[in-house]
């Protein structure tokens, strides 16, 4: 279509072997260290509790994968193809809205209006409005920094969706549940783009809807956003791709943070790059340094073959886990 410790070997204690061969363990981070404690004067003293100014720091291990795989199965499984403009797109905006909002977030939508255009394979599409479903946390202030993720949330006309990409919208929850009341290194904004996919050939005719939040920020705004990452195909596989925009050889500084992240949270990663062909590219575009998780090529694509059961929960919860690292305090 952006927590510290000895890193060791993803363990993941309800996957089966249904699921993919085991992932290979990552490299190690060299500047990882153990934490020592003293002996306390009083060891049975209990622990001071937080302070309700100071939530404690989101963890890698708050990811509950079971909320992306409900969000996989239920936007592939019952909602199905949602073409940008179809009723089938309103109800999973709808739905998508509605989880938002019971975490806690202030949920508004961007309406986005796209042309006629063909889509996969020349399948005919009419002009029409879809949207981007947009959550920030109570009191957020736009021109502040902040960091973005994102996950398109619409399919093309004949396909399910399930891996593309019901799967980063079900990340994009299940991040969304893990830092609700909990402390990232920077607000986070979290938007399920509309209109992703392409209604023709070129950048003018692809990325609607991401291309429609970039125009729509003030230049304070996009000076504020300090990294965005684009959740795109993420459930196939043994491995996360960290795909960059820019050219082989250039430093990408949300690749590398990411890169990191991995290490830190023990998730084995492909790096790539001129990777154009998500909502990351069109804040790229703008200046605003972004990149993507994901693109493992699978039998489904763009199919009616891309249903739920393509998708591995385990590439769910290593993509999300990578995440929650970088959206982590350091």
């Known amino acids: 279509m952006v ?11 309800a996957c089966t072997a249904a699921d993919e061969p085991p992932a290979p363990t990552a490299p190690a981070d060299s500047t990882s260290s153990t934490r020592t404690s003293s002996p ?7 622990p001071a509790p937080a302070s309700p100014e100071q939530p404690r720091p989101v963890r890698p291990d708050d990811l509950d994968r079971a909320t992306a795989v409900r969000a996989v199965r239920h936007l592939a499984g019952v909602v199905g193809p949602r073409e940008a403009t179809s009723p089938g797109f309103r109800r999973a905006a709808g739905w998508v809205e509605d989880e938002l909002v019971r975490l806690g ?21 009419p002009p029409g409005r879809s949207a981007n479903v947009v959550a920030v946390p109570a009191g957020f202030d736009a021109t502040e920094p ?4 994102g996950a398109h949330l619409d399919t093309v006309s004949q396909a399910p969706g399930a891996e593309d990409n019901a799967s980063g919208v079900g990340v994009l ?19 399920a783009f509309g209109a992703e996919e392409p209604r023709g050939s070129g950048d003018d ?31 196939v596989g043994s491995v996360v791709p960290v795909g960059s925009a820019l050219e082989a050889g250039t430093s990408d500084p949300v690749r590398g943070a ?26 790229v575009r703008a200046g605003i340094p972004a990149a993507r998780l994901g693109s493992t090529p699978y039998a489904g694509y763009h ?18 886990r990578l995440l929650l690292a970088w959206l982590a305090p350091r």
């Not at 306390?40 to 209990?46: F, G, K, L, Y």
């Not at 902040?146 to 993720?149: D, E, I, K």
């Not at 991401?210 to 990452?229: F, I």
Request: aromatic letters at 4%; zero cysteines; a neutral charge.
């Open 40 to 46: 306390s004067d009083t060891p049975s003293a209990e």
């Open 105 to 125: 977030y202030d949920v508004s939508r961007q309406r986005v209006d796209v042309p006629a255009g063909v889509s996969w394979q020349g399948a005919p599409l």
């Open 303 to 320: 199919s009616a073959g891309d249903v739920p059961a393509v998708v591995a929960p385990a590439q769910l919860e290593r993509t999300g």
């Open 146 to 149: 902040h960091l973005v993720v």
């Open 3 to 13: 927590a510290v410790g000895a890193v060791g070997v993803l363990t993941l204690s």
């Open 258 to 283: 990411l890169v990191a992240a991995a290490r830190r949270a023990g998730v084995p990663i492909v790096p790539e790059s001129e990777e154009r062909s998500s909502d990351h590219w069109s804040f």
């Open 205 to 235: 005719l692809h990325h609607f809807g991401s291309r429609h939040y970039v125009a729509d920020l003030t230049r304070a705004e996009r000076r504020a956003v300090r990294g965005m990452v684009s959740l795109d195909r993420v459930g």
């Open 173 to 191: 929850l299940a991040a969304a549940e893990a830092v609700a009341g909990r402390r990232t290194r920077l607000p986070v904004v979290l938007v």
